[in-house]
């Protein structure tokens, strides 16, 4: 069957009242933006609680139910006939129609469940819900029907049109990107921090990004390398603006000021100096890092105590409590996998200690900050920073 529409279904938690409309609508312009990434005309619209995606021109199935999958609020993309409002003779004949065309094997159990919504239509709900079951059943005898746990529901909701449809294909899920305002996440070029962005991207937060690099020791390609991360990411939150900071100065400053077991420790210090500040210029309300507990020295509990040290901002870290198992099957889930194992140099990797601290103290990193200036350095590194807006692999790259 070629369909011309798809319903979209969203979760309506937490979108009641006037929220419901601001979700709504950022919704519907993040549809509008993903489908523009693929070949074919669609209309966007919402209709009395709903949402539809109407297909104006020649298109490809899965690549539009693929581009849908990609959109954050959506929980089911159900494709959808759309008939004109009719007679019942004559709609008990599309939905027969429906069945035949969707299934060539109807040895399932089903339930019709209609809605009406415009209340002008000479039928009541139950009516046409209780003819296109017997209708359905003398069509096809193989057919069971079972009200309560149905393997399929053939929904017909009446409204100015009439929409046929059964097949609800899983959304992303999570909340419209933009509904829950916005965040600076700090990217390598490694496994985890694409997927730490997924993940808030999830929650509705706007991300931007920042990325520090420190040539000549990391390199053009691993730059490139973030590029690509990012453009599958941008799959999922939208256009990222990235902001590359030059980070060479201060790391050469640590390695030649500061005790070995807490280079790291102080380069991430000073990574969130800069990030918190470029943040709060671009209006972004939390930093947002790929770190989980333990996983390496600068991500024990005492070590991130002494990183956040640095910040008021609020530093969320969604990978915190996973394994690195589950931090990658989601990243193969994403597609960035492939990309975050190719080699890279990242700065994080230039000047590592043999024998990091795992128990470092706030007072002791104090310390072994004191004696160096740090203003400007950091100064230099936030004016040197460039931004770059990047936008997600469309058909065809
Ligand atoms: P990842 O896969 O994200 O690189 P990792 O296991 O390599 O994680 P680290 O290198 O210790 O972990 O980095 C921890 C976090 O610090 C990263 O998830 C990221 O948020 C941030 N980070 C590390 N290096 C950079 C960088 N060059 N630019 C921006 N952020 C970085
Ligand atoms: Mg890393």
Not at 50 to 68: G, H, K, P, S, T
Not at 130 to 146: C, M, Q
Not at 224 to 250: C, D, N
Not at 329 to 340: G, H, V, Y
Request: with cysteine.
């Amino acid at each position: 069957m070629e369909y011309k529409s798809f319903l979209i279904k969203y979760a309506e938690i937490g979108t009641k009242g006037k929220n419901r409309y601001v979700f709504e609508d950022i919704l519907c312009k993040n549809i509008r933006s993903a489908m523009k990434r693929i070949e074919g005309k669609f209309l966007v619209r919402k209709e009395y609680g709903r949402i539809f995606v109407d297909c104006l021109e020649e298109y490809d199935f899965d690549e539009a139910v693929e581009a849908l999958q990609h959109v954050f609020g959506i929980v089911g993309i159900c494709p959808v006939l759309v008939v004109p409002n009719q007679p019942w003779d004559e709609l008990k004949e599309q939905v027969v129609e429906f069945v035949r065309e969707n299934y060539e094997d109807c040895h399932f159990t089903f339930k019709v469940n209609c809605r009406r919504v415009n209340k002008e239509y000479p039928m009541h709900s139950m009516e046409v819900s209780r003819e296109a079951g017997a209708v359905l059943l003398d069509a096809f005898p193989e057919l069971k029907v079972d009200v309560h746990h149905p393997d399929v529901m053939v929904n017909v909701e009446v409204r100015n049109e009439i929409y046929v449809y059964s097949q609800i294909i899983p959304g992303a899920g999570g909340m419209p990107v933009g509904t829950n305002g916005s965040a600076m996440l700090l990217l390598s070029g490694g496994i985890d921090s694409p997927v730490a962005s997924y993940m808030i991207a999830k929650r509705g937060v706007q991300l931007e990004m920042i990325h520090f690099a420190s040539p000549p020791y990391t390199s053009q390609r691993a730059e490139q390398k973030v590029h690509s991360l990012l453009r599958q990411v941008a799959k999922y939150s939208g256009r990222i603006m990235l902001f590359v900071v030059p980070f060479t100065e201060i790391q050469e400053l640590i390695k030649d000021n500061c005790p070995e077991e807490v280079f790291t420790l102080i380069m991430r210090r000073m990574m969130m100096r800069i990030s918190q500040e470029i943040a709060i210029k671009e209006g972004c309300q939390a930093l947002i890092t790929g770190e989980s507990v333990g996983q390496v020295a600068s991500q024990t509990m005492p070590a991130i105590a002494c990183t956040d040290a640095v910040t008021s901002m609020p530093v969320f870290r969604p990978l915190i409590g996973m394994d690195k198992d589950e931090v990658i099957a989601i990243s193969r889930k994403i597609e960035t996998f492939d990309i975050s194992i190719q080699p890279y140099e990242d700065c994080c990797t230039v000047f590592t200690p043999k024998h990091p601290r795992t128990h470092p103290t706030i007072a002791g990193v104090e310390k072994a900050e004191r004696g160096t200036e740090w203003d400007e350095p950091i100064k230099r590194a936030v004016e040197g920073t460039k931004v770059t807006v990047i936008k997600a692999f469309s058909k065809g790259e």
